[in-house]
């Protein structure tokens, strides 16, 4: 990972901003890029807390937004209204398989796929800009389980009445 180059980006984005990279912001850059996973503010502001006691929870959730802006994350606001937020730096397309029971988050990046949603763009004359494609269903895992979560069954990630 090159956390050099990250930083950069960061500082001169902040800079371009008339702000600075201070301590806080570098702490939760650091705790992000250190995270592999699909990641919410509050679990990152939960990591970063373990070595930077004074970073609170609005700092991280700025930082995020931030990152966001310049290229080096990317933020997923999925069905049911959760945020996560994921890597976006030097990291290829990909689109996702979302589990309604567990909250899994699978990462698919199918080169077929691509090449239809490109075809289906030209034959409509559509310019795409970007693209996110999310599946919303039952993992594996969960899958096996059986049918006896009602989240799913009552289509919307919450629990039926």
Sequence with gaps: MRKGREREILAAH???????????????LEAFLATERHVTAEELHHIVQRRHRSCGVASVYRTLRVMCECGLGRELRLEGGAVRFEHA???????HLCCLRC??????????????????CRAHGFRPLHHRLEVYGVCADCGRRG???RRVAAGGGR???
């Design 103 to 120: 909250g899994a988050l699978i990462e698919i990046a199918d080169a077929p796929l691509e090449r239809l949603q490109d075809r289906l």
């Design 89 to 95: 730096f030097d990291h290829r397309h990909h689109d």
């Design 159 to 161: 629990e039926a009445a």
């Design 147 to 149: 049918p006896s979560d």
């Design 14 to 28: 902040l800079s371009a901003r008339g702000l600075r990279a201070g301590r806080a912001r570098l702490a939760v």
